[in-house]
């Protein structure tokens, strides 16, 4: 099995709850993580949760284009102006 590093944002008190469960299991952080989001994912499996589920706005996103080097150029020329 390949590993990947995944950095994340999470509330500070939510890591002290990780960094006291690794503590308790004579566990580091790294695995105490792995373990438990893969028994989140397998509790999700199991209860059969839907994409209905999870996005219950229906909502999309909306495909734009990109802009062309033409309009990046005449925003870079709007944005020098305003400066």
Same mark, same amino acid.
């Given at each position: 099995?390949?590993?990947?590093?995944?950095?994340?944002?999470?509330?500070?008190?939510? !890591?002290?709850?990780?960094?006291?469960?690794?503590?308790?299991?004579?566990?580091?952080?790294?695995?105490?993580? *792995?373990?438990?989001?893969?028994?989140?994912?397998?509790?999700?499996?199991?209860?059969?949760?839907?994409?209905?589920?999870?996005?219950?706005?229906?909502?999309?996103? *909306?495909?734009?284009?990109?802009?062309?080097? !033409?309009?990046?150029?005449?925003?870079? !020329?709007?944005?020098? !102006?305003?400066?």
């Amino acid at each position: 099995m390949a590993t990947a590093v995944l950095n994340v944002k999470i509330d500070e008190a939510l !890591k002290e709850r990780l960094r006291h469960y690794a503590e308790v299991n004579n566990e580091n952080l790294s695995v105490t993580t *792995e373990k438990l989001l893969q028994l989140a994912f397998e509790a999700v499996e199991e209860v059969g949760v839907s994409e209905e589920d999870i996005d219950n706005q229906h909502t999309e996103e *909306e495909s734009v284009t990109p802009f062309t080097p !033409k309009e990046i150029k005449a925003l870079r !020329k709007l944005l020098k !102006k305003r400066k």
